[in-house]
């Protein structure tokens, strides 16, 4: 099965939004948001700019049926059976293009409709999870992300392409 996370509504490349440049207001400044790999801080997804007018990532993955329903693992997946999620991390990025992480958005896979997690993992098809990516505040959207703020549906994989090998 694979994973495709969706996003829209990229909240810029300032936080708080509308910073001046000049640095006169503590900011972080050039922001990105990436998939983050399970236990591994600096190996991310496909970061993608704030200011994006959108950011895919998809994400290969295994299933299995365990006490608690279908259990999900891979290199991306997050936290225990019963609890598992996918981080994705905002960062600003300086010139010599490392990330540093400031906050994170925890996308809750426990939250995930029965049917729709078992249609998708039964047929080895597609969990798309969609969302916006700014806050009621305008700023990166972070802590647990559970429907409304995302939905989750299955689709065909016929067509899927995976997304470009991780940053180091």
């Known amino acids: 099965m ?5 996003a829209v509504d990229l909240p810029g490349l300032t936080c708080p939004p509308g910073a001046p440049a000049d640095a006169s207001v503590p900011a972080y ?3 990105h948001v990436a998939v983050q790999r399970r236990e591994r801080r600096d190996e991310l ?5 704030g200011d994006a ?6 994400l290969d993955c295994t299933t299995a049926v365990s006490p608690t329903g ?8 997050q936290g225990r059976p019963g609890g598992r999620f996918i981080y994705l991390s905002w960062g600003t990025v300086d010139e010599a293009g490392t990330f540093t992480m400031f906050r994170r958005a925890k996308l809750m896979l426990d939250a995930v409709p029965t049917e729709v997690l078992d249609t998708a993992a039964a047929h080895g098809g597609l969990l798309v999870g ?4 700014t806050d009621a505040r305008g700023t990166p ?4 992300v559970t429907p409304p703020h995302i939905t989750w ?11 470009p090998e991780p940053q180091r």
């Open 2 to 6: 694979r994973i495709r996370i969706d």
């Open 53 to 58: 007018p959108s950011a895919t990532w998809t």
């Open 70 to 77: 279908t259990d999900v693992k891979g290199p991306y997946i």
């Open 29 to 31: 400044r050039n922001i």
């Open 153 to 163: 549906s299955a689709e065909h994989a016929d067509e899927e392409q995976l997304s």
């Open 130 to 133: 969609r969302l916006g990516l």
């Open 141 to 144: 959207l972070c802590a647990r």
């Open 45 to 49: 997804l496909h970061p993608q700019p």
